[in-house]
């Protein structure tokens, strides 16, 4: 099983900047592009940003010009920096691996008006 740790999740006021990491291993982080989801109360998974092997960086229009995705070569790990929050924008979010199919545990994101 893939291992997928995500930190960095917490409360914070609309406005405010957080900034999320998922850590794996060197094989998955070499390998594998990796992605960030998030789920709302009572609403489905869905996709916020992703980043290839190369670099390449695709974006929700959700949260597009707001967030930032990036690959941290030394830690094996890719980081979501979350920037001019929304209280739309509270949801658990996932670290994602596409093949294998794998998610992390998730971290709670709050923003509050």
């Known amino acids: 099983q893939v291992q997928l740790m995500e930190s960095g999740g917490g409360s914070v006021q609309a406005g405010g900047s957080l900034r999320l990491s998922c850590a794996t291993s060197?094989?998955?982080?070499?390998?594998?592009?990796l992605a960030w989801y998030r789920q709302a109360p009572g609403k489905s998974r869905e996709f916020v940003a992703i980043?290839?092997?190369?670099?390449?960086?695709t974006y929700s229009d959700s949260v597009k010009g707001r967030f930032a995705i990036s690959r941290d070569n030394t830690n094996n790990s890719v980081h979501l920096q979350m920037n001019s929050l929304k209280p739309e924008d509270t949801a658990i979010y996932y670290c994602?691996?596409?093949?294998?199919?794998?998610w992390g545990q998730g971290t709670q994101v709050t923003v509050s008006s």
């Open positions: 980043i290839t092997t190369g670099g390449h960086t």
């Open positions: 994602h691996t596409y093949h294998p199919d794998d």
């Open positions: 060197s094989n998955i982080f070499s390998n594998n592009a």
